[in-house]
C-alpha cells in the first residue's frame, strides 16, 4: 500500500460516518466556487487540515471532521434572497445547526464550523486546529476562486475519497 493511500485511509476512518451519509453527500448538489461543489470543497478543506494537524500532532480526526462539515449550509447560496443575512456572516451558524442535526460532534468540532469564517465571526477561535481548519479554508477558496484548483482537479481526491 502506499504513503498516499495509507493517508487516504486513515482519513476516511476519521470521517466515514459523515462520506456515507446521504446529507453530506447532497452537498455536491451545491456550488461553493465556480465549477467547484460544495463537498468537493469541503473534502478539500478537511483532507488538507487532516493533513496538516497530522503533521503538527494536534487533533487531526476532529480538524478533518469540523472541515468536512464547515460549509455544510445545504442552500445554494447564489440564489438572492433564499436567506436573511449575508452568506458569508450566516452559513456557520446554518451548518452547526445542521451538523448537530445528523451528527455527534465535539465541541472542537463545534468550534471549527461555527468560527471557521473568523475575523467575519465576532469570537476568536478557541482551538489551535480551528486556526488551521481557517488558513486552509482561505487557501483553499483562493485557488478555487482563481481558478487554480478547478472541480475537475478536486474530482480525483472526491474519487479517491468517497469510491474507494
Known amino acids: 500500500m502506499t504513503k498516499k493511500l495509507k493517508l487516504i485511509r486513515r482519513y476516511q476512518s476519521c470521517v466515514k460516518d ?5 446529507k453530506v453527500r447532497s452537498m455536491e448538489g451545491y456550488i461553493a466556487h465556480f465549477d467547484v461543489d460544495t463537498l468537493a470543497h469541503s473534502l478539500f ?19 478533518a471532521r469540523g472541515a468536512l462539515l464547515h460549509d455544510f449550509y445545504l442552500y445554494d447560496w447564489h440564489i438572492p434572497n433564499i436567506r436573511e443575512g449575508l452568506h458569508g456572516f450566516t452559513h456557520p451558524a446554518t451548518s452547526l ?33 480551528t486556526y488551521v481548519v481557517i488558513l486552509v479554508d482561505k487557501i483553499c477558496a483562493t485557488l478555487e476562486t482563481f481558478k487554480i484548483v478547478n472541480g475537475k482537479k478536486l474530482a480525483s481526491l472526491k474519487h479517491e475519497v468517497l469510491d474507494s
Open 45 to 63: 478543506v478537511s483532507y488538507w487540515s487532516f493533513l496538516i494537524c497530522r503533521k503538527l500532532k494536534m487533533d487531526y480526526r476532529s480538524a
Open 18 to 22: 459523515m462520506i456515507k451519509h446521504e
Open 97 to 129: 445547526t445542521n451538523a448537530k442535526k445528523y451528527f455527534k460532534i465535539s465541541d472542537l468540532e463545534k468550534d471549527i464550523i461555527i468560527k471557521h469564517m473568523w475575523p467575519l465571526t465576532i469570537l476568536p477561535p478557541k482551538y489551535k486546529e
